[in-house]
């Protein structure tokens, strides 16, 4: 074998737990080749795996001197200093990564975590944004800009992260628990009852409490995204008979809201300010899903964790339409990239302290 097949040969060692094979493998490639960047990184892993902190992070010191260091290389290095509880090394490192590679996600997503794991959440946020920010395709900021807004008055944007992220990482444990998490939104946030006088249901929306409108000096209303648009369009989708929050309920506003929402738009340009030009990646993906006629069994996928029983019902009884939207969905992701993107800051939306 030559030196790369080593190295293959060490990482598929490593992946079965076979860690002694693995590292007699990796240090045979560096009596050789005592610089190889590979080879060093994947002992230092090797270290990780086993949980020897203090080993790792010594080879790793020295791979940040590397030519061909990679961000991935800060990400551990910071990582083993967090994990022996040293939080100041630990940040130092992601920093230092993030002067050489300022469109690391994965860097701003360490930054993030370090703030979540003390509690800190809205200190976590902006480090978790500013990964969305700069690299829009990496999805784990999405997921955990997702929990820290699902924890705060403005689920809005745990919304829109939130399936965002379901769509940039289909089939893992972390995409069913997102969907339990906006289901279960839904639920918090839509109520639906009769008034005790009348007997007219009533109808609640609660994702947002920025509620503040001001006019510009050019007389365009500046309109919150949550609670003026958002939450608005919300309750013109929410079916009129519904007498409750469920899947096919949910389903059914889901339907409603993507034309209602466009049409808003399409109303509101040129007299609010805040409707971005740039298009709603989310959105864009939704319409796009409506008209292939695939929304429907779209809306089931998204919130299928958060009622089993009731999607399994559905799916059980439209297993055509399932496969057909499966087979279309494989062949049509929705598509993140600096051009087709979705942010908060888009919509003119500033940090917020909760």
């Known amino acids: ?39 060093s990184y994947e002992m230092a892993y090797l270290h990780y795996l086993r949980e020897d902190y203090k080993a790792a992070a010594k080879i790793l010191e020295k791979l940040t001197d590397s030519p061909d260091v990679r961000d991935r290389a800060y990400q551990m290095l910071g990582n083993a200093y967090d994990l022996m509880g040293n939080r100041k090394k630990a940040e130092k490192a992601y920093n230092r990564g993030l002067a050489k590679f300022p469109r690391s996600g994965r860097l701003y997503l360490e930054l993030g975590n370090v703030a979540y794991n003390s509690g800190e959440y809205m200190s976590a946020l902006p480090y978790y944004e500013r990964g969305i920010d700069v690299e829009p395709s990496f999805a784990s900021n999405y997921y955990n800009a997702a929990n820290v807004f699902f924890r705060s008055s403005e689920v809005v944007w745990g919304m829109f992260y939130g399936e965002i992220f379901m769509n940039m990482e289909r089939g893992s444990d972390r995409t069913r628990m997102m969907s339990r998490y906006l289901y279960e939104a839904y639920r918090r946030g839509i109520t639906v009852g009769r008034d005790a006088e009348s007997g007219d249901r009533t109808l609640g929306i609660d994702f947002s409490r920025q509620n503040e409108i001001r006019m510009t000096s050019d007389s365009l209303i500046v309109m919150p995204f949550g609670t003026g648009i ?70 089931y996928w998204i919130l299928m964790e958060g009622n089993p029983d009731d999607s399994g019902a559905w799916i059980d009884a439209h297993g055509d339409e399932w496969d057909a939207f499966f087979d279309w969905f494989r062949e049509n992701p929705m598509e993140i990239d600096r051009t087709h993107r979705f942010h908060r800051c888009m919509y003119g939306e500033v940090p917020f302290d909760e």
Not at 19 to 37: C, I, M, Q, R, W
């Open 1 to 39: 074998m030559d030196v790369k097949q080593k190295v293959r040969a060490a990482v598929r060692l490593m992946d079965d737990g076979l860690y002694d094979e693995s590292e007699e493998l990796l240090a045979a490639v560096l009596t050789v080749e005592p610089d190889n960047y590979l080879a």
């Open 230 to 299: 958002y939450e608005t369009v919300l309750g013109l989708s929410f079916p009129m008979d519904a007498d409750s929050v469920n899947m096919a309920s949910l389903n059914r506003m889901r339907c409603n809201f993507v034309d209602n929402y466009f049409s808003a738009m399409d109303e509101l340009r040129g007299k609010v300010s805040g409707i971005p030009d740039t298009p709603n990646v989310l959105l864009d993906y939704q319409r796009r899903v409506a008209r292939a006629g695939h929304m429907e069994a779209y809306n």
